[in-house]
Nanobody, 118 residues
Framework: VQLQASGGGLLQAGDSLKLSCVAS????????IGWFRQAPGKEREFVGHITWNLGATRYKDSLKGRLTLSRDRTKNTVYLQMDDLKPDDSAIYYC????????????WGQGIQVIVSS
């Protein structure tokens, strides 16, 4: 499984963040694509996930209302959109994949740096 994330960069508070994660290497039926982030000096935290089949989503509680995950199965791509960015959203963002039967993510993309200036 390969996951290639793109997007991010330097943004301003109030901007919207759009990240993409292209998945390849297998069919992803019954898989889940998750997004995580890790800020400097902090542990990696769950941001949200989306199921490949139905597009069902789950979001970190504190991000509900600002976060939208979507997927385009024809492009094997999952998207993250986060609105009204805050400096605290600055982090390295990762996409990851797991089978719906697995309890942990064992396939990770490279990190994407996001810096939000005030």
């Amino acid at each position: 499984v390969q996951l290639q994330a793109s997007g991010g960069g330097l943004l301003q508070a109030g901007d919207s963040l759009k990240l993409s994660c292209v998945a390849s290497g297998r069919t992803f039926t019954n898989w889940i694509i998750g997004w995580f982030r890790q800020a400097p000096g902090k542990e990696r935290e769950f941001v949200g996930h989306i199921t490949w089949n139905l597009g069902a989503t789950r979001y970190k509680d504190s991000l509900k209302g600002r976060l939208t995950l979507s997927r385009d199965r024809t492009k094997n791509t999952v998207y993250l959109q986060m609105d009204d960015l805050k400096p605290d959203d600055s982090a390295i963002y990762y996409c990851a994949a797991r089978s719906s039967a697995a309890s942990t993510y064992n396939n990770w993309g490279q990190g994407i740096q996001v810096i939000v200036s005030s």
